[in-house]
């Protein structure tokens, strides 16, 4: 089974998308220093990190780019993801860009 899904999951956790932690840890990078290098706060690196929130594509590039990465080391890779998997995390990603859709309504100010 593959790191992104597993049986145990809490039904809530994130999915996890991409390796930042991991990467961070490697290349020795705090929260505070990623952060500061990208003009980010720390809770908003934090709430990456741990797969809660994930950044723009373009954020992803530029954090490459400052701890001198390549960018596909960001990511998890997807080649191993057993059908089951896939499907399932086909479920939850639709769920997540419907959550995110824009209706094209706007809030009417009263």
Same mark, same amino acid.
């Given at each position: 089974?593959?790191?992104?899904?597993?049986?145990?999951?809490?039904? =809530?956790?994130?999915? /996890?998308? =991409?390796?930042?932690?991991?990467?961070?840890?490697?290349?020795? /990078?705090? =929260?505070?220093?990623?952060?500061?290098?990208?003009?980010?706060?720390?809770?908003?690196?934090?709430?990456?990190?741990?797969?809660?929130?994930?950044?723009?594509?373009?954020?992803?590039?530029?954090?490459?780019?400052? /701890?001198?990465?390549?960018?596909?080391?960001?990511?998890?890779?997807?080649?191993?993801?057993?059908?089951?998997?896939?499907?399932?995390?086909?479920?939850?990603?639709? /769920?997540?860009?419907?959550?995110?859709?824009?209706?094209?309504?706007?809030?009417?100010?009263?």
């Amino acid at each position: 089974m593959s790191k992104l899904i597993s049986s145990t999951k809490p039904k =809530n956790a994130p999915i /996890i998308m =991409n390796r930042l932690a991991v990467v961070m840890k490697e290349s020795r /990078i705090t =929260n505070r220093a990623l952060a500061a290098a990208i003009g980010y706060e720390e809770a908003t690196v934090s709430k990456w990190v741990t797969n809660t929130v994930q950044p723009p594509l373009s954020t992803f590039f530029r954090i490459a780019l400052v /701890i001198n990465r390549d960018l596909q080391d960001l990511f998890v890779s997807t080649k191993n993801i057993t059908p089951e998997e896939k499907e399932e995390l086909l479920q939850e990603l639709e /769920i997540l860009a419907e959550q995110g859709k824009r209706t094209g309504k706007s809030k009417q100010k009263k």
